[in-house]
């Protein structure tokens, strides 16, 4: 992060509005242990993004890392150019995590090796999740998140939810750790 941090203060000094990079990336994440350490780095650099005119794509080869691998990269953007993906973690800005997508069972697992290797942390004993692009999540993605939270001593906040379902889904069975917000 610091490197494209200087690069991008370079930028910025040649008078140039900014800096935006493309990496093709496969040979640093084959493994589990370089996928972790690696999208660690992508969730701290997209909240980066988020602040500064810095601006990165990493271009990964399927056929190589196959689709689980590609999945634990691709679910820790806002965005990106695969539809396989059932849900999105992502850094939101100001302490904050981004949801977007659908929690069902099939992303469980994933769900809690995406908030492993992410890892946001409290803010005033809370976790906030921004959550205006969830369509969905059941009770067991609902549980973990608020099981992540309360290992960290906070509470998991869901804020901006579209429709009530969710935030019903909550209040009746009282899930531990995990509170809904209206949007700010």
Do not use: K, W
Not at 83 to 105: K, N, P, S, W
Not at 115 to 125: F, K, N, S, T, W
Not at 134 to 159: K, M, N, P, S, T
């Amino acid at each position: 992060m610091r490197a494209y941090a200087e690069a991008t203060e370079a930028a910025l000094a040649a008078g140039r509005t900014g800096l935006r990079v493309v990496a093709e990336a496969t040979g640093l994440v084959r493994t589990p242990r370089q996928r972790a350490a690696f999208t660690r780095y992508e969730h701290l650099i997209d909240g980066y993004m988020r602040a500064h005119p810095f601006s990165a794509m990493c271009v990964y080869d399927p056929r190589e890392l196959g689709a689980s691998a590609v999945a634990e990269l691709a679910c820790l953007h806002p965005a990106g150019n695969t539809d396989d993906v059932l849900f999105r973690l992502y850094a939101a800005g100001r302490g904050r995590a981004g949801l977007a997508g659908e929690l069902d069972r099939s992303a469980r697992d994933l769900l809690a090796t995406a908030l492993e290797r992410a890892a946001p942390r409290p803010v005033d004993g809370r976790v906030v999740f921004e959550a205006g692009r969830l369509r969905f999540a059941d009770h067991r993605c609902l549980l973990l998140l608020g099981e992540y939270a309360r290992g960290l001593g906070a509470v998991a906040v869901l804020r901006g939810l579209p429709g009530v379902g969710v935030a019903h889904v909550v209040d009746l069975l009282g899930l531990p750790g995990l509170r809904v917000e209206a949007a700010r």
